[in-house]
């Protein structure tokens, strides 16, 4: 590999490790600090590392890698995501900053609904605590399967070489600074991913004498004629597997988490500005990468074995070392954003709801942070070992995963911040209920998670989720668990 690149990625890795550092140095005297941050982030980092940490190795591999080989119909999945962010900063992100805080400090999402329904505190929490930690070893594999991916195909590595040195940088900033060490690399990870995605589909269109948007549209329709049609060719089940990822933000810990620490409620209009501005910019970016990428790919003769690795072939073949050393660095980026913070979320609820909850409920801040670093290590060794198949589908694992929390937790936190109704015997229900569907649905192999025949698991688990909330609520006596707060 040239020089030019190894310099780009060495500053990249130093930059990281030395934001870990400074967290280190800033933020981990108490458990709050090291899982919250203190509560304490500015809005524009708190909305870009939720940004960063919600898209992960996924759109920059598994995105335009799905656009490149079905075409733009493929789309949807970025709409349906763009809405549901819309409607989680609107309806979930004030609410869930000023309850968290309210209902006994709240570090962890198990910790708030344990405090939002105290009559079964003590079983929701260790049940939604077990069910964030087997999704989350499932979605960190994905991310690290990207990262084996990119030393795979653009270093020439051993896979399992890259998977491990992904994971290795990842766990030394996040064991080290935590929570503000995961925010701020998240925040530089977000500028870079999306400065990549505005340099590539530029690039692509203008290299090579420049056959720019009209040449590139007559050659994929020319591929075929539905390749550019958002309509043509998709069936209802397809459209609404593909928009219903939008379901899925409701319900994703590492990203509402960091709902929980922006500086203030009051600042949440103002996060949720620069978090969309960026997630359109960075759609539409990856968007035009695998449908860009094809047109080339296919005026300059390539074949591409794995259509998710478009992206490193692009960065390899049309830029300048050190730049192709910074797209690579985006690519880690994308990977490292959400690996750390769904890291740092398992051993959250691992220490919080787990370890303090149910076996020692006065430890030391001091052990409650040491317990934190072992739990981040021990999660990130289980992600390792589901990731040694060089073969996994990155968008394929994320899709899974996404749907798992999307149903089991989605439903749950909506009705939690706003129905005074729930009772928590109909959370416990909703939670259970949502987990279990989907694996069902995956293991009986219904699920389509894109323009397929079936129907991605996380509507039915969505669905289901929600009846058993509001009908086993309805169903058991009112305890009174909801309270009422006077607005921050």
Request: charged share 10%.
């Amino acid at each position: 590999m040239q020089p030019g690149i190894w310099f780009s990625l060495a500053a990249y890795f130093l930059l990281m490790l030395a934001i870990g550092v400074y967290a280190w140095m800033k933020s981990t005297s108490s458990s709050e600090e090291y899982m919250l941050g203190g509560r304490n982030l500015p809005p524009a980092v708190a909305a870009l590392s939720a940004g960063a940490s919600d898209m992960s190795g996924w759109l920059l591999l598994g995105l335009p890698g799905a656009l490149f080989v079905s075409g733009l119909a493929q789309s949807w999945i970025g709409i349906g995501l763009f809405v549901g962010a819309w409607i989680n900063w609107i309806v979930v992100a004030p609410r869930l900053r000023q309850q968290t805080e309210q209902y006994d400090n709240s570090l962890t999402i198990p910790g708030f609904l344990g405090n939002r329904f105290p009559s079964t505190a003590r079983l929701l929490r260790i049940v939604s605590a077990v069910v964030i930690v087997v999704f989350f070893a499932v979605y960190t594999a994905s991310g690290l399967v990207g990262g084996g991916k990119l030393f795979a195909s653009a270093f020439g590595s051993n896979y399992m070489v890259g998977v491990m040195l992904t994971l290795g940088i990842v766990l030394i900033y996040t064991v080290m600074g935590g929570f503000l060490a995961v925010s701020l690399t998240d925040f530089v990870q977000g500028i870079i991913m999306m400065l990549a995605l505005i340099i590539m589909p530029i690039v692509v269109l203008t290299t090579d004498g420049g056959n720019g948007v009209g040449q590139a549209a007559e050659r994929l329709t020319a591929i075929d004629p539905n390749f550019l049609s958002l309509f043509t060719g998709v069936t209802f089940l397809g459209w609404l597997s593909t928009v219903a990822w939008g379901l899925g933000y409701f319900g994703q810990p590492h990203i509402i988490v960091r709902f929980m620490a922006v500086r203030s409620v009051a600042d949440v209009p103002k996060a949720r500005n620069i978090g969309m501005s960026w997630m359109a910019v960075s759609l539409i970016g990856a968007i035009a990468v695998g449908i860009f990428g094809r047109a080339y790919a296919e005026r300059m003769g390539l074949e591409v074995a794995d259509p998710e690795t478009i992206f490193i072939i692009l960065a390899n073949l049309l830029f300048h070392p050190l730049v192709t050393g910074f797209l690579y660095a985006a690519l880690l980026a994308a990977i490292m954003s959400t690996v750390s913070s769904q890291l740092l979320v398992a051993s959250s609820s691992l220490t919080e709801d787990i370890y303090r909850a149910a076996f020692k409920r006065h430890a030391s801040e001091r052990e409650l942070v040491n317990i934190g670093r072992l739990a981040v290590l021990a999660v990130g060794i289980v992600a390792m070992t589901i990731a040694n198949n060089p073969d996994s589908q990155v968008l394929g694992l994320v899709a899974n995963a996404w749907a798992g929390f999307g149903a089991a937790f989605g439903p749950l936190i909506i009705l939690s911040l706003t129905w005074k109704r729930m009772t928590g015997a109909g959370a416990v229900a909703g939670l259970v209920t949502g987990a279990v569907v989907v694996i069902a649905w995956i293991a009986l192999g219904l699920s389509s998670s894109f323009m397929g025949q079936g129907l991605y698991e996380i509507v039915p688990g969505f669905v289901a989720a929600w009846i058993a909330i509001v009908a086993v609520s309805l169903a058991t006596p009112d305890r009174g668990e909801y309270r009422t707060f006077k607005t921050a």
